[in-house]
């Protein structure tokens, strides 16, 4: 069960790499430091303080870059696999007592998977906010995704199964947006 809790906290935090990377790599080394978490070994590093104070400048930065138009849509470009590489190593630094075949499969398949479902919606909205908007309302989603990855983060740590319950729905809502979105898109006059 120990496992199984560990696993929900990795994949949890992983999705929350889709909104912001660096919050939930802080989350993940502030709750290892503190004894709330035990990470795989090779990963003990993540809650050393040297890690903690390059996470919290990261983070600050992200942020803080995410307000300036069109720089958000340039990281954007960066943060797409990098959510996914960060979401990948999030759930394989907690999936501790799995074999490795197991461990990575899962990080990569879940974690990764989840950040990069996530951050591909974000870039979509962020792009259609862009182009409807000039940029102008891409501070107000910028605001959201930081809400999301801070409570993303605190939850998945905290409550983890409510984590990847909200973790599931979140992705099978934008999956269900995306084929609607697909479906008016293919949708063409029948000549006859």
Same mark, same amino acid.
């Given at each position: 069960?120990?496992?199984?809790?560990?696993?929900?906290?990795?994949?949890?935090?992983?999705?929350?790499?889709?909104?912001?990377?660096?919050?939930?790599?802080?989350?993940?080394?502030?709750?290892?430091?503190?004894?709330?978490?035990?990470?795989?070994?090779?990963?003990?590093?993540? @809650?050393?303080?040297?890690?903690? !104070?390059?996470?919290?400048?990261?983070?600050?930065?992200?942020?803080?870059?995410?307000? #300036?138009?069109?720089?958000?849509?340039?990281?954007?470009? #960066?943060?797409?696999? @990098?959510?996914? %590489?960060?979401? *990948? $190593?999030?759930?394989?630094?907690?999936?501790?007592?799995?074999?490795? $075949?197991?461990?990575?499969? $899962?990080?990569?398949?879940?974690? @990764?998977?989840?950040?990069?479902? %996530?951050?591909?919606? @974000?870039?979509?909205?962020?792009? *259609?906010?862009?182009?409807?908007?000039?940029?102008?309302?891409?501070?107000?989603?910028?605001?959201?995704?930081?809400?999301?990855?801070?409570?993303?983060?605190? %939850?998945?740590?905290?409550?983890?199964?409510?984590?990847?319950?909200?973790?599931?729905?979140?992705? %099978?809502?934008? !999956?269900?947006?995306?084929?609607?979105?697909?479906?008016?898109?293919?949708?063409?006059?029948?000549?006859?």
């Amino acid at each position: 069960m120990q496992e199984t809790i560990a696993i929900f906290i990795g994949i949890g935090l992983s999705a929350t790499c889709g909104f912001r990377i660096f919050v939930p790599l802080l989350g993940l080394s502030v709750a290892n430091h503190f004894g709330y978490l035990t990470l795989s070994p090779g990963f003990s590093w993540v @809650g050393t303080y040297p890690a903690m !104070i390059a996470l919290t400048i990261a983070t600050v930065l992200e942020i803080a870059a995410y307000y #300036i138009p069109w720089v958000d849509n340039l990281l954007d470009t #960066i943060a797409t696999p @990098g959510a996914v %590489i960060a979401g *990948t $190593l999030i759930t394989a630094s907690l999936a501790a007592e799995t074999s490795p $075949l197991l461990r990575w499969s $899962l990080a990569l398949i879940a974690g @990764g998977g989840a950040a990069g479902v %996530i951050q591909s919606a @974000g870039v979509f909205l962020r792009g *259609t906010s862009t182009a409807a908007t000039g940029g102008v309302g891409n501070p107000l989603i910028s605001t959201g995704e930081m809400l999301a990855a801070i409570l993303g983060t605190l %939850i998945s740590i905290v409550l983890p199964v409510l984590a990847v319950i909200l973790t599931a729905l979140i992705i %099978i809502g934008i !999956i269900r947006r995306l084929i609607r979105f697909r479906c008016s898109k293919i949708k063409t006059p029948v000549s006859l």
